[in-house]
Every structure is written in structure tokens, then in C-alpha cells.
């Protein structure tokens, strides 16, 4: 016998190479479903990832769920006090009325006040490359209904600011060239608020301006 009929009777068959191909095949999927799919994707059919503790793998660590719990627990004042003050508008709502499932509630639309309503106006004249400001003393939710005309074009800008603060405002609108306006204007803070108005011109300009509301006063500062 040649050296080389001795390799070819040492060789595995077909059939023995199937076989092993086979066995392998399966052993695969059985280390994928008992072991890698519990470790890496929660996925545990036969149960044998849990009994080994591979599912704790894939649980999601509790610090996850912390800021989601975090941002539950404080909820602004300002949401807790709307609904306070829509559970109460319901109360006398269905004592007034009676109970209603088509009616909705907007405690919050309705800033009550105790004075009279007022009319003020006043008139300034700017001239060339000046400017001027108009204000009313404003408690949140007060608000006015405002108009002003300009004889010519201005740059304006309608802001507020908070009481004993200096050198800061907050703007709500702002037109470089702007000749005329009205609106309705809520405050969102207690302090002045007005406008601020500047010929960029070479001509005088007048600016004449009217509110209506429950503002104390019209003032230029």
C-alpha cells in the first residue's frame, strides 16, 4: 500500500462530514436560543437564560427611568395652580348650571379687576435722529387695548420692565420702520410697560397714542 492510499483511507466520508456539518448546526442554534438571544435581546424561549441570569443583561438600568420620575414629581407651581383654579371653576359651574360633559374649563383667561376702566392719550413730537417712550404701570394679567399713529415712519419697541430692576427690559415686538398700530396687550410681569419710539429721519415726526383698560396710568418717564 502506497503512502498516498493510506491519506485517502484516513479521510472522513461523505456521509461522516454531513453528519458533523449537522451536529454543529445544531449545537449553533442551541447556544443562540439558550444563550444569545436572553443575552443580547430578552429573548429567552427556553427559559435557560433567566435560570442562568443572562436576561439581567438586557433589563434597562433604573437610573433610566430617573429623570422621567424626576420631571413627573415637579410639576411647575404655575400648572398646579391652574388646575386648582379650574377644579373650583367647575365646582360653582356645575352648582350655577349643573353638570355638563360638553364644557371645558380656562380658569386662567379671566384676569379679574377692581377698578374702573380707563381712557388716557397722549401726544409726543420727535425730532430728527430722537426718540421717546410711553409707559403704564402694569400688574401680571392686567392688561389694555392699545392704538398709536405716527406722522412718519419709526423704529419702535413695545417692552416692559420688571419693578426694581434697572438697565433691563424685555422686548414683545419690535419694527424698524412702522408708522401705526393696535392690539391687545397682557402683562406677563408687575412693572412698566410701554413703547419706545425713534425718528430716524430728517423730519419731525408726532406720534399720537390712546389705551383703554384697567391700566392706573399713561406716563412718559
Given at each position: 500500500m502506497t503512502h498516498s492510499e493510506t491519506q485517502n483511507q484516513n479521510l472522513p466520508s461523505t456521509r461522516q462530514l454531513l453528519k458533523a456539518t449537522g451536529l454543529s448546526i445544531v449545537v449553533a442554534a442551541l447556544l443562540l436560543v439558550s444563550l444569545v438571544l436572553p443575552a443580547e435581546y430578552g429573548i429567552d424561549p427556553t427559559g435557560i437564560g433567566h435560570r442562568f441570569g443572562l436576561d439581567v443583561l438586557t433589563a434597562e438600568p433604573e437610573a433610566a427611568e430617573a429623570p422621567t420620575l424626576t420631571a413627573q414629581a415637579a410639576l411647575p407651581v404655575a400648572a398646579s395652580e391652574a388646575d386648582a383654579a379650574n377644579a373650583a371653576l367647575a365646582a360653582r359651574a356645575e352648582a350655577a348650571f349643573g353638570k355638563s360633559e360638553s364644557q371645558t374649563l380656562d380658569a386662567g383667561a379671566v384676569s379679574a379687576a377692581t377698578g374702573?376702566?380707563?381712557?388716557?392719550?397722549?401726544?409726543?413730537?420727535?425730532?430728527?435722529?430722537?426718540?421717546?417712550?410711553?409707559?403704564?404701570?402694569?400688574?401680571?394679567?392686567?392688561?389694555?387695548?392699545?392704538?398709536?399713529?405716527?406722522?412718519?415712519?419709526?423704529?419702535?419697541?413695545?417692552?416692559?420692565?420688571?419693578?426694581?430692576?434697572?438697565?433691563?427690559?424685555?422686548?414683545y415686538a419690535v419694527e424698524t420702520a412702522q408708522r401705526e398700530s393696535s392690539g391687545t396687550f397682557v402683562a406677563p410681569f408687575d412693572g412698566s410697560h410701554g413703547w419706545y419710539w425713534k425718528n430716524n429721519s430728517t423730519e419731525p415726526v408726532t406720534v399720537d397714542i390712546e389705551v383703554a383698560g384697567f391700566q392706573p396710568d399713561l406716563y412718559r418717564p
Open positions: 374702573p376702566v380707563r381712557r388716557n392719550a397722549l401726544s409726543v413730537e420727535l425730532a430728527p435722529g430722537k426718540g421717546a417712550e410711553v409707559k403704564s404701570h402694569l400688574k401680571t394679567g392686567e392688561g389694555l387695548v392699545f392704538h398709536w399713529l405716527a406722522s412718519g415712519d419709526v423704529a419702535v419697541d413695545m417692552h416692559g420692565e420688571r419693578e426694581g430692576v434697572k438697565n433691563a427690559w424685555t422686548s
